[in-house]
């Protein structure tokens, strides 16, 4: 009889984490989320804490292998993904506050803030050779800029910081207390230059990050790459054992492309959905259009290179349209109750129609801009109308 092997993913997105376990054969066995905490102080800036990120990944995981109801020591590995927000860590591991107040917990900038715009405009001023592998702009979603605001707003904090990481990378690190990060990660979100195995000199002392590579791991890691194994202490609050095995870390829209690309790359689109959707196309050759994240070497599939685009809010929109619906109370109600996710519910219910009607959709139509149409067409009519076009940011 061939051995029971079993395989964990954590998925930390912007509003939850997501733990499910698989078996050798691909076939789902368990499923938990949790929600997690986000912070709001003003316009533009959005926060997290690790430690109740953290708190929450140990809480699904072993409802997951409970769910489940298999033995852990048949647990193989465990991979993590997760958004690409930025997490600061001072020495012996402590937070590192973010926060214009200073609270401690707050210690991860949200990859949606938008706080260091002007450090973005400077980063961009430079016109560095390493723009052009990122469409020519940075984007103020992106590490370089929210790490020149902590150091031009707090230059103690900056001095204080052991590390920078991106959040999956920081995940497998607590997991694994192994210093790594992940080549998705530092291409798409730090400028590295994968293809040439280093970051910018250049833009990094232009803009005054001249010792940033102190803070960042040394090892990076390619993709699938082992990271280490799980430590005593998280094999103990993850109800699972030492010899468990960590990947290296991925960014979460990644690790759907790779899944969905990985079996025939070339000429396939990838669009991954979650607060935002992402669109990605990986090539052989390095292709350069501007406005267009990318060309990024190796980022997503080993020996391909990886351009990106994204429309935003997409599933902040979808979140929107759900609480808008005469029903939204009713749901509320029905989750507090069950203790579940409401998204669990839609899904259920979903399934439950396709079982009465294989396309229960076929004939519904929904016009997509019930929430504001903000292209060219709508601003032409709206003006032709004499009506004074405003539309709130989302």
């Not at 993590?80 to 200073?102: H, I, M, P, R, Y």
Request: charged content about 20%; some cysteine.
């Amino acid at each position: 009889m061939m051995e029971q092997q079993y395989f964990i993913g954590v998925d930390v997105g912007s509003a939850s984490v997501r733990t499910a376990i698989f078996n050798q054969h691909g076939k789902r066995h368990a499923f938990s989320v949790r929600p997690i905490q986000q912070f709001h102080p003003k316009a533009g800036f959005v926060e997290q804490s690790s430690t109740n990120i953290w708190e929450q990944v140990c809480i699904t995981v072993k409802e997951a292998v409970t769910l489940a109801n298999i033995n852990p020591i048949d647990v193989k590995s465990i991979g993590f993904d997760a958004t690409c927000s930025l997490v600061a860590v001072a020495a012996k591991g402590q937070s590192l506050s973010v926060a214009e107040n200073g609270k401690p917990e707050h210690d991860i900038i949200m990859w949606m803030d938008h706080r260091a715009l002007e450090e973005t405009a400077t980063i961009n001023l430079t016109n560095d050779p390493a723009l052009s592998y990122v469409g020519g702009e940075i984007s103020p979603e992106m590490e370089l800029p929210k790490i020149l605001w902590l150091k031009n707003h707090f230059p103690q904090r900056y001095q204080d910081a052991w590390r920078f990481f991106d959040l999956a990378d920081f995940l497998v690190w607590k997991a694994t207390a192994v210093d790594v990060a992940s080549i998705c990660t530092l291409t798409c979100k730090w400028n590295y230059l994968a293809h040439q195995k280093q970051f910018s000199e250049q833009l990094l002392y232009d803009v005054g990050l001249e010792n940033l590579a102190d803070k960042v791991p040394a090892t990076i890691l390619e993709l699938g790459e082992k990271a280490g194994h799980l430590t005593t202490e998280v094999a103990k609050d993850f109800e699972l054992h030492t010899g468990v095995v960590v990947a290296g870390g991925i960014i979460d829209a990644h690790a759907g492309g790779l899944a969905l690309a990985g079996a025939c790359p070339e000429g396939s689109l990838v669009i991954i959905s979650g607060t935002s959707n992402c669109h990605m196309i990986v090539s052989p050759d390095s292709v350069m259009v501007p406005g267009v994240w990318g060309p990024y070497f190796g980022a997503m599939l080993p020996g391909y290179w990886l351009n990106e685009g994204g429309q935003s809010t997409t599933g902040a929109l979808v979140e929107w349209t759900i609480r808008q619906h005469d029903s939204w109370l009713e749901l509320e109600a029905e989750a507090k109750a069950s203790g579940r996710d409401y998204y669990l519910l839609l899904n259920e219910a979903v399934a439950q129609l396709e079982q009465r009607e294989k396309y229960p959709t076929a004939q519904l139509h929904i016009l997509s801009d019930h929430y504001g149409n903000k292209t060219d067409i709508a601003v032409h009519i709206k003006k032709r109308a004499g009506i004074l076009y405003h539309h709130s940011p989302i």
